[in-house]
Structure formats: structure tokens, C-alpha cells
């Protein structure tokens, strides 16, 4: 079993659009870097008050909580397909529209402290898979929203899209 994947994925792995959530990842391994991150987002979500989470930096933007919902369900999705691919299967997945899945999943009524502990078992689960796999699985590729995209290149996602709206929480709500 591998714990980090072998190599960066190229640009021919996902699709364009993922360019700027892949960009942000730091050189290194995969999985040591999306542990790191997990600390470190678990430390600035438990840091925020009720109010802090209920916060929006604009009308109509996602609130705190909205944004961390986001995000454990963007990584649940990433992750799916990287079991599925990871495991051989190549039967193409839809994509996923974000603002349903927002409006849907009722973030704002849930405490951050509740939104913090599922961001830790999501990841937990993440690593628990990517740390399963071995060098012929991170490799391996599938279709998704029409695109092809490997399993390295929907882990180096997760932790992109994640460092992405962290940094947008920095920056714009706190």
C-alpha cells in the first residue's frame, strides 16, 4: 500500500476547470498534505463563534457554515469518484451542481462545532481511503461530468478546493 501518490497529476488528468484548485496544493505527498490540512482547518473552524459562522460577506453569498457544508460535501463527491475509479470501475458519474446541494443540505441550522466534527470524519474517511491505495490505483482513470480525471488528480481536488475556500473564509468572512 502507498501512502502518498506517485507522482503530481498532469494537466491531462482533470479537467481545466480544476486547474486552479490543483494549483494550490503544495509539492509533496497527497496524503500527508491533506492531514496537515485537516489540523489546520479543524483549528480555524472550532476558533469561530455562532455568530462568526452565521456570517455572510455579502447578501446572497453562502454563509460560514454554508461554505464548510460545501466543502464536506465537495469531498464526499471527490471521493466517491475515487473509490469508484480507484476500484476499476470506469462507468462515467455525473457532475454535481454545488448551489442545489447548498440549499438542500440546511447548513445553517447546525451548530459550526457539528459542522467541524463531520469535516473531520469526512476527511478522516478520505484518508483512510487514499492511504488504502497502491501505485496501479492512483493511476487509474474514469470519466466524470464528461471529463476524464484520474484518482491522484481527485485528491490533489480535494485538498485544492479546500485550501480554495478556506483561503476565501480568511480573506472574506473573518
Same mark, same amino acid.
Given at each position: 500500500m502507498s501512502a502518498t501518490a506517485p507522482a503530481r497529476p498532469g494537466t491531462d488528468e482533470y479537467a481545466p476547470y480544476y486547474e486552479k484548485y490543483v494549483s494550490l496544493v503544495p509539492a509533496g505527498g497527497i496524503v500527508e498534505t491533506l492531514r496537515r490540512q485537516s489540523a489546520d482547518t479543524l483549528a480555524l473552524l472550532r476558533s469561530l463563534t455562532e455568530e462568526q459562522a452565521a456570517s455572510r460577506?455579502?447578501?446572497?453569498?453562502?454563509?460560514?457554515?454554508?461554505? &464548510?457544508?460545501?466543502?464536506?460535501?465537495?469531498? *464526499?463527491v471527490f471521493a466517491?469518484? #475515487?473509490?469508484? =475509479?480507484?476500484?476499476?470501475?470506469?462507468t462515467p458519474l455525473p457532475g454535481f451542481d454545488q448551489d442545489?446541494? &447548498?440549499?438542500?443540505?440546511?447548513?445553517?441550522? *447546525?451548530?459550526?462545532?457539528?459542522? #467541524?466534527?463531520? =469535516?473531520?470524519?469526512v476527511r478522516a474517511a478520505t484518508l483512510s481511503l487514499?492511504?488504502?491505495l497502491d501505485e496501479e490505483a492512483w493511476a487509474r482513470r474514469g470519466?466524470?461530468?464528461d471529463t476524464p480525471v484520474s484518482v491522484r488528480a481527485l485528491a490533489h481536488i480535494i485538498a485544492g478546493h479546500e485550501l480554495h475556500h478556506v483561503g476565501i473564509l480568511r480573506e472574506k468572512y473573518l
Open positions: 460577506y455579502e447578501p446572497g453569498k453562502w454563509s460560514v457554515k454554508e461554505v &464548510v457544508g460545501h466543502i464536506c460535501d465537495g469531498e *464526499r466517491y469518484r #475515487a473509490l469508484r =475509479f480507484g476500484r476499476g470501475d470506469e442545489p446541494y &447548498v440549499a438542500a443540505g440546511n447548513f445553517d441550522a *447546525r451548530t459550526i462545532r457539528d459542522l #467541524a466534527d463531520e =469535516f473531520e470524519s487514499f492511504a488504502s470519466a466524470a461530468n
